[in-house]
């Protein structure tokens, strides 16, 4: 067991105003298994960059341990992924990768197939047991569930439960809560750390917000009191100050001397206990430092001449000569909410696609009426450019509602003026569900919309859907999720 000392860490980036850590203290234990959870742009990947020396700071970062990243960037992925292994660790024992390889259920015989031929599962998993061949290292895994479906998570989080000594970035709340110790969260103004899993800590905070709502009411009143009291103390000097040019009852004039020096008198006083009453405003004001915001979002769906939306009987579809799904019957029906499930490669983006209208090869029976609005949630955010204004008028939404709902899951003013190329994965992710919700469409289809997602945003989301009840197609491997909005599911294996 070996410590890491974090004391007094502030950064920022270069160019920018705003520190994302500004006096941070906290202390880990090289033994814990650690959930890192926090609002997207709160700085997760930042602070695992600076315990990776990348950035330069103020303050201290002390360590007897070195730290190893997940995932790996590989430099050659045509190349054998058994030499993909070896660049990455040029000293591993072969008897060891096997052995984490078994635990992972992947086969011997992907180390002598090109790297870019195995699925995003396989490629995870491989990458995953070359890192915990490494020895004497603290692990930063950031948001190793992002290409699994949902059986493979759970493999990914008992394999991961059985080890120790690491940073597990992840917004999937079974994830975490099978194979973590300690829950490490970057909050509005600080770091803290608790021991538990994700639902502890979130009892915990859920508790702790309920106080500090209880407070609020409190404390407004006393900010209000003292802030009219304020303005009644300014406004003492300013009233004995202009009686210097009126007149005394008996019709003389006042003695401006004796009246400038009382107004003066009185100013200060008033002005010391402004001082008083404005410093006791802002201490009571930072008393609500880490209230998260968790307002409902507002949509409304258009509603459809027909009870039955969509109609699918014995279908199957092909790419080439390869079938992808075979046999798929599924009908869509108003207010249902439907999770479509399958392993990697099961088929399932292609039956959304089917819907959406792109050309697909197949055979069956798809019935779906042409007057039919469709919302297509897709996973890819790279065509995401310009400013998010550009994108509402390109889109034909409601600007004002757009940015209302990218407000309420935790945009800044700031991040709404920035340009769309510039923010982080989970921002584009919600770039693209906030412009999806801003639609006046009969049905939505997301396919894995939550990837980068953090999870207070999944739940400001969940309870969206559950509030609205809009008629809803989705891909998504968060357990969670799909137990809490599915009204059907649908399993394509």
């Known amino acids: 067991?070996?410590?890491?000392?974090?004391?007094?860490?502030?950064?920022?980036?270069?160019?920018?105003?705003?520190?994302?850590?500004?006096?941070?203290?906290?202390?880990?234990?090289?033994?814990?298994?650690?959930?890192?959870?926090?609002?997207?742009?709160?700085g997760k990947t930042t602070f695992l960059n600076l315990l990776l020396g990348k950035y330069e700071y103020s303050g201290t970062i002390s360590a007897q341990v070195s730290f190893e990243y997940f995932p790996y960037v590989v430099a050659d992925p045509a190349g054998q992924t058994l030499d993909v292994i070896?660049?990455?660790?040029?000293?591993?024992?072969?008897?060891?990768?096997?052995?984490?390889?078994?635990?992972?259920?992947?086969a011997e015989d992907v180390l002598y197939r090109p790297f870019q031929s195995l699925s995003n599962g396989e490629q995870t998993k491989v990458l995953l047991a070359a890192l915990f061949v490494k020895e004497n290292q603290f692990l930063l895994i950031d948001e190793p569930t992002n290409h699994l479906d949902v059986k493979g998570r759970k493999l990914v989080s008992d394999y991961l439960s059985t080890k120790r000594g690491y940073?597990?970035?992840?917004?999937?709340?079974?994830?975490?809560?099978?194979?973590?110790?300690?829950?490490?969260?970057?909050?509005?103004?600080?770091?803290e750390i608790q021991k538990g899993n994700f639902s502890s800590w979130w009892e915990n905070k859920s508790r702790q917000d309920q106080f500090e709502l209880a407070e609020d009411e409190k404390l407004r009143k006393d900010i209000k009191r003292l802030s009219d009291s304020s303005k009644r103390t300014g406004g003492w000097a300013h009233e004995v100050e202009k009686s210097k040019n009126g007149t005394r009852n008996s019709g003389s004039k006042l003695d401006k001397g004796y009246v400038g020096h009382k107004a003066a008198k009185m100013m200060?006083?008033?002005?010391?206990?402004q001082q008083r009453q404005e410093t006791a405003i802002a201490e009571k004001s930072k008393l609500l430092r880490n209230l998260e915001s968790s307002d409902s979002l507002k949509i409304s769906q258009l509603p459809y001449h027909k009870e039955r939306l969509v109609e699918l009987e014995?279908?199957?579809?092909?790419?080439?000569?390869?079938?992808?799904?075979?046999?798929?019957?599924?009908?869509?029906?108003?207010?249902?909410?439907?999770?479509?499930?399958?392993?990697?490669?099961?088929?399932?983006?292609?039956?959304?696609?089917?819907?959406?209208?792109?050309?697909?090869?197949?055979?069956?029976?798809?019935?779906?009426?042409?007057?039919?609005?469709?919302?297509y949630v897709t996973q890819d955010t790279s065509q995401l450019k310009g400013s998010l204004s550009e994108y509402a008028r390109e889109r034909g939404i409601d600007e004002s509602l757009f940015k209302s709902i990218l407000r309420k899951l935790d945009f800044s003013r700031l991040q709404l003026e920035k340009e769309m190329s510039t923010l982080s994965g989970g921002q584009k992710k919600k770039v693209l569900i906030a412009a999806s919700l801003s639609e006046k469409v009969h049905l939505h289809i997301w396919d894995e919309p939550l990837n980068f997602i953090d999870v207070i945003s999944r739940m400001q989301i969940e309870e969206l859907l559950l509030e609205y009840t809009p008629t809803i197609l989705f891909v998504e491997h968060d357990r969670e999720f799909c137990a809490n909005i599915a009204t059907k599911q649908y399993d394509l294996d």
């Not at 940073?167 to 770091?191: E, G, M, P, Q, W």
């Open 86 to 106: 070896h660049e990455i660790d040029p000293e591993m024992e072969h008897w060891k990768l096997m052995r984490e390889l078994s635990l992972l259920r992947v």
């Open 314 to 375: 014995e279908v199957s579809i092909r790419y080439g000569d390869k079938a992808v799904c075979s046999s798929v019957s599924l009908t869509i029906e108003q207010g249902d909410r439907i999770a479509l499930s399958g392993s990697n490669g099961s088929g399932k983006s292609s039956i959304l696609k089917l819907i959406c209208g792109e050309s697909m090869n197949y055979t069956g029976v798809f019935v779906k009426d042409s007057q039919l609005a469709i919302s």
């Open 1 to 42: 067991m070996s410590l890491i000392n974090v004391s007094n860490l502030t950064f920022a980036y270069e160019g920018t105003y705003d520190n994302i850590f500004e006096q941070v203290n906290f202390q880990l234990d090289t033994d814990w298994k650690l959930g890192f959870t926090g609002r997207n742009g709160r």
């Open 167 to 191: 940073i597990l970035v992840s917004h999937d709340r079974a994830f975490l809560d099978n194979c973590v110790d300690h829950i490490l969260s970057i909050n509005k103004t600080n770091i």
């Open 268 to 273: 200060k006083r008033s002005k010391s206990i």
